[in-house]
Structure formats: structure tokens, C-alpha cells
């Protein structure tokens, strides 16, 4: 069995529709039907992106001219620049033939010919199954090729509408504990007075909460990359609902992100921080509260919040469970050295 890998012009739709079926038709099959993976159109102005933070690769791989198989490779180039994040899907009916393996193997060889020696890639299995995903397909398949589970994470499902008198009674809990902070929300863009604080912010996030085993440097504090980010969010159809703490100061000391996807009609949880100095307030409450609440009266057809977190982040798991999201799913992320 040859297995040949190519690389696909972001550009050839017909190239891409191919790609993201065999993605979605895989994430799909082993996660449920309804399983919310990223819309093709999402997925394919992503690639098309043009960015001087990260190097998007897509590729098909082919046996006799037949495709069999998708995959990724994400090369940061700023930050984390030892580092490549992959994925590999094979199309459901031609699993267990060797394929994944052989298109692994030659993913690692073009991460490594970028000269990286650290690979992050993912998993997900059902809650059920426990932290590990001991016997689960893709966590197996991910330990036989020395994929370490580095950090675990849980997928949680908050079912909307949340019940007003709930929310009024945590926000008053919260603020009870939160005087001198003051919040403000907003749709869309980072108002400009403040985005060099969310930023910072923002970046923070990838070191502040937990990484278990992974091996992460601090991400750049960077406002064109927030621009950037929200150039690409319009192009996709998405929305996003943001809100912040504000110090007596006027300075942004937490903040988080709600992005509805305009294609599938779910949001889905991005950051949320807290700095660590203005810890211990309920701040990490107060804005998910009131981001929730201009959520539900902006965009009354969302049904769902999908959020991960770590699953030793018992805080914000906490603060998820009193605000009603539900354990839904168990995702690895997963990392290996190449020497």
C-alpha cells in the first residue's frame, strides 16, 4: 500500500469541499451525528486566511488515485515556534487498513522539515468513558504512535434559555463580592479604548489556565492579531459577544467571549480569565452572567453554549455547573516529542 499525501490549494473549492467532508464525516462518526464540528465554510476561510501568526496547511492523501483520507498541519510563526498542531482523519469505511498510520507518518516528516520538533493534536471520546479514554479508537490510536495525554479536558453544554431568576440570584452572589469592579459588554469588534488590555488578556489565557503536561510558552500580546481575528469572524458569518471587569482604575482585569457560528447556530465558549490579581472577587461569574444575558437578548435563537475546560479547572467547571452547562463529551490534548 503507497499512500500519497498532497497539499491543497486553500482556493480549489472542489479540493476543500473534499477535505472538510472526509473531516466531518469522521468527526461525525465517531462522536455522534450531531456532534458540532466546524461548517465548511468556516473551515475553508480559515485556510484561505492569510496571516503572519500561523501557516495553515490541508491535505488529501490517495491510494491509486482514490482519496482516502484528510489532514492538517497548523504551524505557529511567532510564538511556539518548536510546535505543529495535526490531524488525521480517514474516511469511516477504510479505517483499520494501516492508512492513518501511513498518513501520520508522512505529516510528521513535513512538520519536522519546518523544523518542529513538538506535535499537538487532539481526541475526543464520551464522558462516560473516563479521563483516560482507555480503549477508545482515536486515543488509542494517538498512544501506539507515542501521543502522551497532556492535558484532559471536558466538554460541557449549557441548554439555553438559562432561567432568569437563576442568573439573578448568582448575580447577586457575585456582586455581593465584586464591588469596585464594574463590567461592560459589547457585539462585535473590541471597542479600540481597550483592546491593547484585551489582548493581553487574551493572550494570557494559553498559560494562565491550566496545561498540565503540554509544553506551551506565553503567547505575544498583540492588537493587530485581535483585528485580524475579528476580519476573519465577519468573513465566516460569526458573532461575537464579549464582556469585561473593569478596577476602579479603568483597567480590564478579566474578560470573556461567547462566538455564535452564523452557519450551525451554536455558540461556542472561547476565553475567559481572570487576572490573577483581581482573583477571588467572583469576576470570572459576573462576566459570564452578563455575558449571557445580552446573548439571550441579541440572539434569541441560539439554543446552545459550548464551552471546554480543563478537568482539574474544578473553578470554572463550578462556575459552569451553577450557571447549568452539563458534562457532554472528554477531549485530549495530546503531544509528542520527535527527536
Not at 95 to 106: D, F, M, P, Q, W
Not at 202 to 222: H, K
Amino acid at each position: 500500500m503507497h499512500v500519497h499525501l498532497t497539499r491543497i490549494d486553500p482556493f480549489d473549492a472542489a479540493a476543500v469541499d473534499t477535505w472538510w467532508e472526509i473531516y466531518a464525516t469522521a468527526e461525525r462518526a465517531d462522536r455522534g451525528a450531531d456532534t458540532p464540528v466546524w461548517t465548511l465554510e468556516e473551515s475553508r476561510l480559515e485556510l484561505q486566511q492569510r496571516t503572519d501568526t500561523i501557516e495553515r496547511r490541508a491535505y488529501l492523501a490517495r491510494i491509486d488515485g482514490e482519496v482516502v483520507a484528510s489532514a492538517r498541519l497548523a504551524l505557529p510563526l511567532r510564538d511556539n515556534v518548536r510546535s505543529a498542531s495535526i490531524g488525521v482523519h480517514v474516511t469511516p469505511a477504510l479505517r483499520r487498513r494501516g492508512i492513518g498510520s501511513a498518513v501520520l507518518t508522512l505529516l510528521e516528516g513535513d512538520a519536522q522539515a519546518a523544523r518542529r520538533s513538538i506535535l499537538n493534536g487532539e481526541t475526543s471520546w464520551p464522558y462516560a468513558a473516563g479521563v483516560d479514554g482507555a480503549g477508545i479508537p482515536g486515543r488509542e490510536f494517538a498512544r501506539r504512535h507515542g501521543y502522551a495525554l497532556a492535558l484532559g479536558d471536558v466538554q460541557s453544554r449549557l441548554r439555553l434559555p438559562v432561567d432568569a431568576a437563576l442568573l439573578d440570584g448568582l448575580e447577586t452572589d457575585a456582586s455581593a463580592h465584586s464591588a469596585g469592579y464594574t463590567l461592560r459588554s459589547w457585539v462585535g469588534p473590541v471597542p479600540e479604548e481597550v483592546v491593547a488590555e484585551w489582548a493581553e488578556l487574551d493572550a494570557a489565557i494559553d498559560t494562565e489556565a491550566p496545561v498540565g503536561e503540554l509544553d506551551l510558552e506565553a503567547r505575544t500580546a498583540d492588537v493587530a492579531d485581535v483585528r485580524e481575528t475579528e476580519a476573519l469572524l465577519v468573513q465566516q458569518n460569526r458573532t461575537s459577544y464579549s464582556t469585561i471587569a473593569l478596577d476602579a482604575a479603568g483597567r480590564a482585569v478579566a474578560y470573556t467571549q461567547l462566538v455564535v457560528s452564523g452557519d450551525d447556530g451554536n455558540a461556542y465558549q472561547w476565553g475567559t480569565l481572570v487576572h490573577r490579581a483581581a482573583r477571588g472577587h467572583r469576576l470570572g461569574m459576573a462576566v459570564k452572567i452578563a455575558n449571557l444575558r445580552m446573548l439571550q437578548t441579541h440572539a434569541p435563537t441560539v439554543t446552545s453554549v459550548y464551552t471546554y475546560n480543563a478537568g482539574v479547572n474544578e473553578h470554572m467547571l463550578a462556575i459552569n455547573t451553577h450557571l447549568g452547562f452539563a458534562p457532554s463529551e472528554r477531549m485530549g490534548e495530546l503531544q509528542k516529542r520527535l527527536t
